[in-house]
Nanobody
């Protein structure tokens, strides 16, 4: 079992920055992939970024490239999402997720989410 708890959401003006953090507990492995997803009102949940615990390989959705950075701290068992140059369309509930190698995100572990609101 893996438990995930997000923090760091809030209200920010367009162009501002926020840093989300995901605290993990339980069993994770170097092959575990950590990810951030988001869900805006009336829309489906969408992928934002991911990183592997072991090698630190990252992958981003096109709409956040150059603005968001995902990172992990293996010693603290945390994953962060640094969000810069935020836009009103980034407003959503952001979720931290973990999946084991060979499994889909839908079969993984999810946090409760943290609200990010970007005002224009």
């Amino acid at each position: 079992q893996v438990q995930l708890v997000e923090s760091g959401g809030g209200l920010v003006q367009a162009g501002g920055s926020l840093r989300l953090s995901c605290a993990t507990s339980g069993r994770t492995f170097p092959s575990t992939t950590m990810g951030w997803f988001r869900q805006a009102p009336g829309k489906e949940r969408e992928f934002v970024a991911q990183i592997t615990w072991g090698g630190g390989s990252t992958y981003y959705a096109d709409f956040v490239k150059g603005r968001f950075t995902i990172s992990r701290d293996n010693a603290k068992n945390t994953v962060a999402l640094q969000m810069n140059n935020l836009k009103p369309e980034d407003t959503a509930v952001y979720y931290c997720a973990a999946r084991k190698y060979g499994f889909n995100w839908t079969d993984g572990y999810w946090g409760q989410g943290t609200q990010v609101t970007v005002s224009s």
